[in-house]
């Protein structure tokens, strides 16, 4: 009697057609946001890194002004037949404004809104100005979104920082705008002194955990006149290098997009005082789109990597062609190095993402 034949030990892998797969970021929101800064009004201190007045373009002023310019600047919008917007507080912490500061913004905002000139409303603040019966008055008053200026849930970081509060007033904060009804938004500031590239990593697994609806990262700058470049110029903290934050970002943003948050900004929005007060940092007129371009990149080379072989081409969605390569197509040679020269990626009216195993057309563009 023959022995039955052995079966091989590794069976050849069969190849494969191909991936499809979806770019992972949730669905912009259109609109247009008129800001309207509060500028340190409410702040029970100065954190380190701040520099309101440069991040705004605008110094304190009083509050009475303050919503004088609110209303008038809509006004002359609505007349061009610009807007509807949505009113965006920041700048100060808009739920510790002196009474009846915040009632008198919402009034004049709800009366704006029945004109159609406003759309929502939302506000920036401190996790721990954040007590639930003001935040239910609040969305009854027509509070729509709270941000919470979270900027790190390290708990060590955030006192080098001056906060004045952990990160488990940052979760007590986030359950309360949730329960509430209003949306949640957090913002979260990589690169403050003690802070690390793991440590981001860790900041968005507990703000994805947390389920807001936007995300802001705002990468630490050094700025002049403020705590933090005295610490500078002291020699006492080295802010990340521009490509650390890169790799470090792309690595956050797609645990935030997973979890349904979309990322509404990366970095600060250019000021001319701002930009020439910056003394150090990872500035960058473009980090939001190079940070978004490394992140599908590692989602490419993801893809590429569960292939049984090397690919043979990539269709992308047409809405990808500008940044798939990346600024100034630094990262052409990395697709390259996957298998993906420029030749073998085409961009398509589609919404998914095609990977190939098997030869297409190679009448490709890039």
């Known amino acids: 009697m023959q022995p039955a034949p052995q079966a091989p030990l590794c069976a050849p892998a069969r190849p494969s057609a191909g991936r499809i797969f979806r770019h992972p970021e949730p669905p912009r929101r259109p609109g247009r946001i008129w800001p309207v800064y509060v500028t340190f009004r409410g702040c029970p201190g100065r954190c380190v890194f701040c520099a309101q007045p440069l991040q705004s373009g605008q110094g304190p002023q009083p509050l009475d002004a303050t919503l004088a310019a609110m209303t008038a600047g809509l006004a002359t919008a609505a007349r061009a037949g610009r807007g509807p917007y949505e009113l965006a507080f920041y700048g100060g912490v808009f739920t510790a404004l002196p009474e009846p500061w915040p009632w008198r913004f919402l009034a004049q905002a709800m009366r704006l809104r029945r004109a159609g000139i406003v759309s929502r409303v939302r ?16 969305r009854d008053a027509g509070l729509d979104c ?3 200026g979270a ?6 970081v955030l006192a080098r920082a001056g906060r004045g509060h952990d990160a488990a007033a940052t979760r007590r904060a986030a359950r309360d705008v949730a329960a509430t009804g209003l949306e949640l938004g957090i913002q979260l500031l990589p690169g403050l002194p003690g802070h690390t590239p793991e440590g981001l990593a860790r900041d968005a697994d507990e703000a994805a955990a947390l389920a807001p609806s936007l995300v802001r990262l705002h990468p630490c700058l050094v700025v002049a006149g403020t705590p933090l470049a005295a610490l500078y110029a002291a020699g006492r903290y080295a802010p990340w290098s521009l490509e650390t934050t890169l790799d470090a970002l ?4 797609p645990v935030l997009w997973r979890a349904g948050a979309r990322v509404a900004r990366i970095g600060l929005a250019p000021e001319p ?5 910056v ?12 940070a978004r371009a490394r992140a599908l ?16 081409g990539l269709s992308c969605p047409r809405r990808f062609a500008g940044e798939l390569f990346g600024h100034a197509r630094e990262l052409a040679p990395a697709y390259a190095a996957l298998g993906l020269p420029g030749q ?6 589609r919404e998914d993402f095609l990977l190939a195993a098997a030869p297409f057309d190679s009448g490709a563009h890039s």
């Open 146 to 148: 709270v941000e919470l």
């Open 273 to 277: 005082g701002l930009e020439a007060a």
């Open 279 to 290: 003394l150090a940092g990872p500035r960058h007129p473009a980090l939001g789109a190079r």
């Open 297 to 312: 990149l590692a989602l490419v080379a993801a893809q590429v990597a569960a292939l049984d072989g090397p690919p043979a």
């Open 151 to 156: 900027q790190t849930f390290d708990d060590a």
């Open 250 to 253: 792309a690595g956050a943003l």
């Open 123 to 138: 506000c920036s603040t401190r996790p721990d100005a954040c007590d639930p019966g003001l935040l239910a008055r609040l």
């Open 344 to 349: 073998r990626i085409r961009f398509e009216a």
